[in-house]
């Protein structure tokens, strides 16, 4: 049984950062090409970013790039969210993902993934 876990988010100001963090269990986490998405109030869910299986390929949202760092630690089954320059539209629950297979045309589709986690709420205030 894979599990996923997410930690790390909070409250914090627009302008500030916050580092998320998703362990990885019950499987062989370099395995697994993962994945953030997020899913506002009222909104449906929305891919933020996505990183291959031995971190050398990094995908972002165009709202997100320049902002957000994906990275992993394969020897931790952990993968990271770095959120810098935090704005109030980036407020929402970040679901942790993986999928064992991958395409780029397929990245953004919750749908292709196989796991997920419990969503850790992020909220940004002015």
């Known amino acids: 049984q894979v599990q996923l876990v997410e930690s790390g988010g909070g409250l914090a100001q627009a302008g500030d950062s916050l580092r998320l963090s998703c362990v990885v269990s019950?499987?062989?986490?370099?395995?697994?090409?993962m994945g953030w998405f997020r899913q506002a109030p009222g909104k449906e869910r929305e891919f933020v970013s996505a990183?291959?299986?031995?971190?050398?390929?990094?995908f972002y949202a165009d709202s997100v790039k320049g902002r957000f760092t994906i990275s992993r630690d394969n020897a931790e089954n952990t993968v990271y969210l770095q959120m810098n320059s935090l704005k109030t539209e980036d407020t929402a629950v970040y679901y942790c993902?993986?999928?064992?297979?991958?395409?780029?045309?397929?990245?953004?589709?919750?749908?292709?993934?196989?796991?997920w986690g419990q969503g850790t709420q992020v909220t940004v205030s002015s």
């Open positions: 993902s993986a999928r064992r297979t991958f395409t780029r045309p397929t990245m953004g589709r919750e749908e292709r993934y196989d796991y």
């Open positions: 019950g499987g062989t986490f370099s395995n697994y090409y």
């Open positions: 990183i291959s299986w031995s971190g050398t390929n990094t």
